[in-house]
């Protein structure tokens, strides 16, 4: 059996190609199971592939999950932090899909702030993330991002999701800029309204930081005499704990 699995950021860079493909005897494997296999197959970077984490049909698969060789798979290493995706469920989701964005294009704060302004909530907050040009004491000359695009909208979603069920009525945006984004230039704008203003700041913090932990989108930066994948800096990464 044929089995394609699509790599990102360092995993594509380490293997030199977007997705590696496998011939297996066998039609069903669980993630720990194919896992294996790769790493049999690529016994030097068998560490990599250990602490990186299956994506099955977009969605996070754990160990024990059946994996198919027909399924849409993807190896994600550690995120960093986070196109347009069309959707077909009607006006609400087309709604959705401007609060929930990757996009190569410059970002707008404005723009984002304005999706979240609505009449029943007397309290906005916008957080914006931007390239900084030293970081202890090493000069950063830009970053480039890169997604896991439709897999990294239904995350943003599901952070919307999750905010509206902790602090119902707030709304959330969040817009990523994946490509090349110069010193100063804006990478991410989270936007939250809420009818009262803790709510706003709790809010935010939680996106960003869970931004962090669940949405697939990778950076690297590029220093004067090199260059370096940033993944998950908080500890063990496991984007399938509960929240």
């Known amino acids: 059996m044929k089995w394609t699995i699509q790599l990102f950021a360092g995993l594509s860079d380490r293997f030199g190609t977007p997705a590696v493909k496998l011939e297996l005897p066998q039609a069903e494997l669980t993630v720990r199971e194919l896992k294996q296999e790769m790493a049999l197959l690529f016994p030097a970077h068998a560490q990599l592939i ?33 196109e347009e995706t069309e959707s077909d469920d009607g006006a609400a989701d087309a709604h959705a899909a401007d609060r ?3 996009t190569a294009d410059p970002l707008s704060v404005e723009a984002v702030t304005a999706q979240v302004i609505v009449p029943e909530n007397g309290a906005a907050l916008t957080f914006t993330g931007t390239t900084r040009e030293w970081t202890h004491g090493q000069r ?8 896991y695009v439709p897999m990294a909208v239904k995350t943003l979603r599901q952070i919307g999701d999750e905010i509206a069920e902790r602090w ?4 959330c945006a ?9 010193i100063a230039e804006i990478s991410v704008v989270i936007a939250v309204s809420s ?4 709510a706003c700041y709790d809010a935010s913090r939680y996106a ?6 669940i949405v697939p989108i990778w ?6 005499d090199g260059s370096k994948w940033k993944g998950h800096q908080q500890g063990p990464w496991n984007p399938t704990a509960p929240q």
């Open 50 to 82: 250990a602490i990186s984490f299956m994506a099955c049909n977009q969605a996070y698969a754990s160990d024990d999950v059946p994996l198919h060789a027909d399924d849409e798979l993807a190896l994600l290493p550690p995120v960093s932090g986070g």
């Open 100 to 102: 929930y964005r990757i």
């Open 140 to 147: 950063t000359v830009r970053l480039e991002y890169e997604a």
């Open 168 to 171: 119902p009525g707030t709304a």
């Open 174 to 182: 969040i817009w990523h800029r994946i490509g090349v984004v110069d």
């Open 195 to 198: 009818p009262h203003r803790e």
């Open 208 to 213: 960003i930081e869970r931004l962090k932990q």
């Open 219 to 224: 950076k690297r930066e590029i220093w004067e």
